[in-house]
């Protein structure tokens, strides 16, 4: 097993890292995961996708992750801004130096989508609620109205060299403690604390074994995915479709009708009013129906 002692976590800057995640470094080495293995934890950056992505430049290792309490400039996909009120979340970047073809990519960023999606179900000990949203937006039904809401942002970016993949990194925004969510977004976003008290829990839930959690799916999926495909997790993708049979529409406007799963290169497939099943392979698609 890997052992990880005090020194392997930097603290930069005199970080001032909340209790639940003080002990992140000691929950990963008692795992002894690849991933995490080297944490770097920041009390504030601009993007913890940019520190990643520098520090595949700079030679870091595979499974370094840096973690932040606060990002300024924190990005979502499609030029998307992510915001999270300081200390109360999960914002992260895990290098992973996985190298695959482009065409891998789609599938790839789908599991890290389902990786973050069986986390976050052990923490509410309700799997069949937690839900992908494709292409991997993790969303959890709410036991009142049965709406699934969203709770966690996946942004994959890759570096490519020579055809292949010289690696990835992968930034996760998981939304934990927050309980009061901007109006705004209160009626699509929710949090893990909020489910947990919807489904009886006490206590707060608990940021490092969360990230230990996610760290452990993504050594399990991620590799496997990329030089692989998607059929060991295939079944699982098409179980936890939250789009599976609903009407849905590209924020393009080119693509209208009722999503009926997904195929083996990571592409949406929509059934439109004709009948004809197109694959969606990139961009924003949303559900337009309860
Ligand atoms: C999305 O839903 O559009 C993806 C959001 C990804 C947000 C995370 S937070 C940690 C990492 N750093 C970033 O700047 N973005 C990702």
Redesign the pocket.
């Known amino acids: 097993m890997t052992t990880l002692s005090r020194k392997h976590v930097r603290h930069e800057g005199g970080a001032s890292i909340a209790p639940d995640l003080e002990h992140a470094a000691d929950v990963l080495s008692a795992r002894g995961g690849r991933l995490g293995a080297r944490l770097i934890m920041v009390d504030e950056t601009v993007?913890?996708?940019d520190d990643a992505k520098r520090g595949a430049k700079d030679g870091a290792n595979h499974g370094t992750v840096w973690l932040a309490e606060s990002?300024s400039g924190?990005?979502?996909?499609q030029g998307?801004r992510?915001l999270s009120a300081r200390g109360e979340n999960l914002?992260?970047?895990v290098l992973m130096r996985v190298a695959c073809a482009p065409f891998r990519l789609p599938p790839v960023s789908l599991a890290c989508g389902l990786a973050v999606r069986d986390a976050v179900a052990a923490t509410l000990g309700d799997d069949a609620s937690v839900l992908v949203k494709w292409p991997n937006?993790v969303l959890i039904k709410h036991p009142s109205d049965g709406r699934a809401r969203k709770v966690s942002?996946?942004?994959v970016e890759s570096a490519i060299v020579g055809g292949h993949t010289q690696h990835i990194v992968v930034?996760?925004?998981i939304n934990v403690h927050t309980r009061m969510l901007p109006e705004e977004i209160s009626s699509i976003a929710t949090s893990v604390a909020i489910e947990r008290t919807a489904r009886g829990f006490e206590g707060a839930p608990d940021r490092a074994s969360i990230l230990a959690d996610v760290l452990a799916s993504l050594d399990r999926y991620v590799e496997h995915v990329a030089h692989q495909g998607l059929g060991l997790v295939y079944d699982q993708l098409l179980r936890y479709d939250a789009m599976a049979g609903r009407e849905v529409q590209s924020d393009a406007g080119d693509v209208r009708g009722t999503a009926c799963g997904i195929d083996l290169d990571g592409r949406l497939l929509v059934r439109t009013a004709e009948s004809e099943v197109v694959a969606v392979s990139a961009g924003e698609v949303r559900m337009i129906s309860k």
């Open positions: 993007s913890t996708n990002q924190g990005r979502g996909r998307r992510w914002l992260f970047s937006d942002g996946i942004l930034g996760v925004g």
